[in-house]
């Protein structure tokens, strides 16, 4: 993995739609969504959702921007950050998706579903 962008975000819907703005921006390819019921009643959506995608650096620097800007629109942006070069356990944990019960994506490369 070149470059890794996460996309944090209040509720599904908002994630979905940063997902499909952030793969139009750029070449970056969407590889995984994270939910995350908060506890605390000061959060103002009962969901908050994390998008990652992958890329060259500059096209991931890109689709995060974009899908930022949407979320921060309509008013559901949380955080964002991108991670050039992100070592192999940050790339393994990049797959992990809590949206398919803690599962690794079905696409995940092989090598990282293999025990080692």
């Known amino acids: 993995m070149k470059a890794l962008g996460i996309i944090e975000v209040y509720s599904f819907t908002t994630a979905v739609c940063v997902a499909d703005v952030a793969a ?3 070449g970056v390819k969407v590889i995984a969504f994270d939910r995350n019921r908060p506890v605390s009643a000061d959060v103002p959506a009962p969901l908050v959702m994390a998008v990652k995608v992958e890329g060259s650096v500059s096209d991931v620097k890109a689709a995060v921007e974009a899908g930022s800007e949407y979320a921060k629109s309509k008013g ?18 990049a797959y992990l998706m809590d949206i398919n019960k803690d599962k690794f994506n079905k696409k995940l490369p092989k090598s990282f579903r293999e025990a080692k």
Do not use: L, N, Q, T
């Open 76 to 93: 559901k942006f949380i955080v964002s950050h991108v991670i050039a070069s992100p070592g192999e356990d940050v790339d393994k944990m």
């Open 24 to 26: 139009k921006a750029s």
